[in-house]
Nanobody, 119 residues
């Protein structure tokens, strides 16, 4: 097992869409949940905001109020990947997005992927 790997970030105009991917290191049996967090410009690591989380045993999901109705978290076990579909992006969504792989006996963070929403 190792670090999850994020991809899919980039520059997008307001109102646009992006899909982030997180290739997780563990199997579906070893993972409790996977969450997407974001760290906005000027914020410290301790101020990372939970954006969305998916729980593997129940497939239930939770979202930050600020992204409800715009973002969707999903997973593809065959590809060991968790996705974050982001629609109707706003400038305030600009941040580094991190994947958190929360196993039954471990907790891993990815290196992050930059998302910039600007015209």
């Amino acid at each position: 097992q190792g670090q999850p790997v994020e991809s899919g970030g980039g520059l997008v105009q307001p109102g646009g869409s992006l899909r982030l991917s997180c290739v997780v290191s563990g199997s579906a049996f070893s993972i409790y949940s996977v969450g997407w967090y974001r760290q906005s410009p000027g914020k410290q690591r301790e101020e990372r905001e939970l954006v969305a989380r998916i729980y593997y045993s129940s497939d239930s999901t939770i979202y930050a109020e600020s992204v409800k109705g715009r973002f969707t978290i999903s997973r593809d076990n065959a590809k060991n990947t968790v996705y974050l579909q982001m629609n109707s992006l706003k400038p305030e969504d600009t941040a580094v997005f991190y994947c958190n792989e929360n196993g039954w006996n471990y907790d891993y963070w990815g290196q992050g992927t930059q998302v910039t929403v600007s015209s």
